[in-house]
T-cell receptor, first 113, second 116 residues
């Protein structure tokens, strides 16, 4: 299917475990982004990528790791999950800079017990 | 640095009434401004965007927004609310030449409730 997909849609894990959230887009967009959404904070940028093998930190990167070996995939890994990382995570992609729209995936709801 | 303030985390209107959702931004360079809508358990969908062309921007579902530089505002309006407009609305800003593509800074969102 064309578009941007995320998996899993729902995940429950325990404190200290490693978790990887997957993001895949079929448009060959250069830019990809990871956000977390929390009540009272809106969406906050965790990491972004301008192209394969180019990534950079956003506003709240601590505790997260990303990679981008292929243009279409941008996985987000929580190396040792904490309760404060319970959130809804959104992946997005964009064709270019400036006024280009970001297209969002459906989100992954992560609960850390 | 850039930031967005959305006044009112919850707004309630009657069906058929005017919808007004407020957004003020700050940006050290000319901004690009966006309004996104989020329906329950879904991702964000673009409603409209301002990219330095016309200051009055029309979007989907009858929404529009006006860029007012003097007021640093980009308020979202719709003349007549429909039940299907009930959702959360996010204003976002990005700026030219910030690197990293169009990194967006989001407001905290406004939950719109439409009552019969």
């Amino acid at each position: 299917d064309a578009g941007i997909t995320q998996s899993p849609r729902y995940k429950i894990t325990e404190t200290g475990r490693q978790v990887t959230l997957m993001c895949h887009q079929t448009w060959s967009h250069s830019y990809m982004f990871w956000y977390r959404q929390d009540l009272g904070h809106g969406l906050r940028l965790i990491y972004y990528s301008a192209a394969a093998d180019i990534t950079d930190k956003g506003e709240v990167p601590d505790g997260y790791v990303v990679s981008r070996s292929k243009t279409e995939n941008f996985p987000l890994t929580l190396e040792s999950a904490t309760r404060s990382q319970t959130s809804v995570y959104f992946c997005a992609s964009s064709a270019g800079t400036g006024g280009n729209e970001q297209f969002f995936g459906p989100g992954t709801r992560l609960t850390v017990l | 640095a850039q930031s967005v303030t959305q006044l009112g985390s919850h707004v309630s209107v009657s069906e058929g009434a005017l919808v007004l959702l407020r957004c003020n931004y700050s940006s050290s360079v000319p901004p690009y401004l966006f309004w996104y809508v989020q329906y329950p358990n879904q991702g964000l969908q673009l409603l409209l965007k301002y990219t330095s062309a016309a200051t009055l921007v029309k979007g989907i579902n009858g929404f529009e927004a006006e860029f007012k530089k003097s007021e640093t505002s980009f308020h979202l309006t719709k003349p007549s609310a429909h039940m299907s407009d009930a959702a959360e609305y996010f204003c976002a800003v990005s700026a030219l030449n910030t690197g990293g593509g169009n990194k967006l800074t989001f407001g905290t969102g406004t939950q719109l409730k439409v009552e019969l």
